[in-house]
């Protein structure tokens, strides 16, 4: 406390939201600076003069790759962090990074400035014609739609309760991220210092389902003729990922991984039953859904009548999404790991009296398991057989090359996951079901940060890597040392994207024609020469024959000289 007759010690409202980051738990913030910032960056210098702890500013050459990196740092280490962009501008560049965040339950604090209100006359008011040019009169409705709270920081004394808020709020069940806009007259004015470096007032909230809820799962699990699980969203934890092999094989439950955004089980686990739904939905009297957002495909997979549906996750029902009606006769709310965890607590005295059945459908579903992966694996090896290989084939050396290792493979548009052997959970991310793509590479850039001895390989479609302004993600992986692997399987095209117009319409005029409208990226850049102008390694693979040994010297480089190395890969159409 000062005496009545001091004055008050003050910094700068710039530097308390930045030296309040760092007390938060904040390690990083990812910035693209503007116009808005001088408060920011005096603020910075400014507590690094007072000895005052901060997050580590990093300049980010594009606000995509920020929100990417922030989202890859949080899968891997559980921790948010902290993006700022400049004004509208920045903001309109983080929008699809705020969707694929908040569609994933991932906690991200975004800041931007926002165009100083007064045209002259206090320190901050406009001085370029920016300053005009940038105003709107609701910036925030850019991000609102993806962001759980946000708020405009009205006076420089807010900044520290405004931090601690945003952070609690953006931490608590569900988790996501959260927006507050900086405008800069009120970043340049005084905010008091003198409580700048006590704890936050302010925790997040968690909550987990009640244990009437998990008894009523229990029962209907334990009890079911046919039980099969659903994940999407990996385990939650490691003790949870051990957790659901050991619930699945005492019990003889297959768990299906649709589109798993996340490893929920190990590929090679006897009771997993790889990515597709059927047959073990139709024949399913009981399903529990892990923290799915569409867990199935209702126009061609039905659960037979009098199935009984659970729904399991920070938000079992989704409720931000407007149109989401899967069944739901049961929902468990809170973080995947504690529902894990509890359902099996709760099952436990059941076991007993149903080991007989449980021992019968293990061997059933092993069988059948088993011959998922062989099958997967052929079709992945003849992959490598034609004149231009598959992505399955790729995905198979792949997860050869990396086996043994410890290893994060994140895929957008990639290597499918049915060809990989995987064992460990955070081994495999695929792109948020939002589908922002130019997500991994930058995604994998965040998490190498974080994770600075690990294998990090980001595998994506060229048209993602486009997508992910790749000069300003190879730039980052120089100037922080980031080592990461990127794979671009390059198909000349939007694969995705002609495979939806194939779906829609199978026999239609687009199908027949010779060169379908719209999915063309040919000719590609050469991507290897893009990644080259930041000096990587690099390496263009033609033939399937040569992959193996390509991949192997390309892991050999990042390990070896832990500097980023990209490889281009000629895959089919
Ligand atoms: C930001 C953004 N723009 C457009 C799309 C629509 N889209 C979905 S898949 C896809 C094609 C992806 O191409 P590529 O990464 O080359 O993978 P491929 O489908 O060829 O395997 C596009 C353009 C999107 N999901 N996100
Ligand atoms: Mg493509």
């Not at 940038?134 to 807010?158: C, G, H, I, N, S």
């Not at 649709?258 to 039953?273: G, K």
């Not at 410890?406 to 589908?435: F, I, K, N, R």
């Not at 024959?545 to 390309?554: I, N, T």
Request: charged share 15%; proline share 8%; net charge negative.
């Amino acid at each position: 406390m000062s005496a009545p007759d001091q004055p008050q010690a003050t910094i700068t409202a710039g530097g308390a939201i930045l030296a309040r980051l760092k007390v938060v738990g904040v390690d990083y913030i990812f910035a693209n600076s503007g116009t808005d910032f001088p408060p920011i960056i005096e603020g910075l210098a400014e507590a690094a003069a007072k000895d005052i702890a901060l997050p580590r500013a990093v300049v980010i050459p594009h606000e995509h790759a920020a929100m990417g990196m922030a989202h890859g740092y949080y899968l891997a280490t559980g921790r948010a962090q902290a993006v700022m962009a400049h004004t509208n501008v920045g903001l309109a560049n983080c929008a699809i990074g705020a969707i694929n965040a908040a569609t994933e339950h991932v906690p991200v604090l975004l800041f931007s400035g926002r165009t100083p209100t007064l045209e002259q006359g206090r320190l901050g008011a406009r001085t370029v014609p920016i300053g005009w040019g940038q105003e709107m009169r609701d910036q925030t409705a850019l991000v609102r739609e993806a962001t759980k709270w946000d708020y405009e920081l009205r006076f420089p004394e807010q900044a520290l309760e405004v931090v601690d808020r945003a952070y609690a709020i953006a931490c608590s069940t569900p988790r996501g991220p959260v927006y507050v806009s900086l405008p800069r007259e009120v970043l340049c004015g005084p905010c008091p210092s003198d409580t700048l470096n006590q704890p936050s007032r302010m925790a997040p909230v968690s909550f987990g389902p009640t244990s009437a809820a998990l008894e009523q799962a229990a029962a209907w699990l334990a009890n079911a003729r046919s039980p099969v699980i659903v994940a999407q969203r990996g385990a939650g934890s490691a003790e949870a990922f051990a957790q659901l092999a050991t619930l699945a094989d005492d019990w003889g439950i297959p768990v299906v991984q649709y589109w798993a955004v996340q490893l929920a089980m190990a590929t090679d686990h006897p009771m997993s039953v790889g990515t597709n739904p059927e047959p073990w939905l139709s024949d399913a009297d009981v399903i529990l859904v892990l923290d799915c957002l569409a867990p199935w495909s209702p126009a061609v997979h039905k659960p037979s009548p009098g199935c009984k549906v659970i729904q399991a996750g920070q938000d079992p029902l989704y409720s931000r999404f407007p149109v989401r009606n899967f069944q739901a006769d049961l929902s468990l709310a809170g973080d995947t790991a504690d529902i894990i965890l509890g359902l099996a607590r709760a099952m436990q005295p059941h076991l007993a009296s149903r080991s007989e059945a449980c021992r019968a459908r293990r061997v059933r579903i092993t069988a059948a398991s088993e011959t998922i992966r062989a099958t997967a694996r052929q079709a992945a090896e003849r992959g490598g057989d034609g004149e231009k290989m598959s992505k399955a084939w790729v995905s198979l050396c792949l997860s050869r090359a990396i086996e043994g290792r410890d290893a994060a493979v994140l895929s957008e548009l990639g290597c499918p996951l049915d060809a990989m052997t995987l064992h460990a959970p955070g081994s495999w991310y695929q792109e948020p079901h939002s589908g922002g793509l130019g997500w991994s590479f930058p995604c994998a850039l965040g998490m190498q940060l974080a994770r600075p001895d690990h294998l990090v390989i980001a595998t994506m479609g060229d048209g993602s890597y486009m997508f992910a302004n790749p000069v300003a993600c190879h730039q980052i992986a120089e100037a922080l040392n980031l080592p990461v692997l990127v794979l671009v399987l390059n198909n000349c095209e939007w694969g995705a994207v002609r495979n939806s117009v194939l779906g829609t319409y199978p026999d239609g005029y687009a199908s027949r024609t010779n060169q379908m409208p719209l999915v063309s990226l040919d000719p590609t850049p050469d991507f290897t020469l893009v990644a080259s102008a930041s000096r990587a390694w690099t390496a263009r693979v033609d033939a399937a024959a040569e992959l193996p040994s390509v991949l192997a010297a390309a892991i050999e480089h990042v390990v070896m000289t832990r500097t980023q190395a990209l490889v281009e890969v000629r895959v089919a159409p």
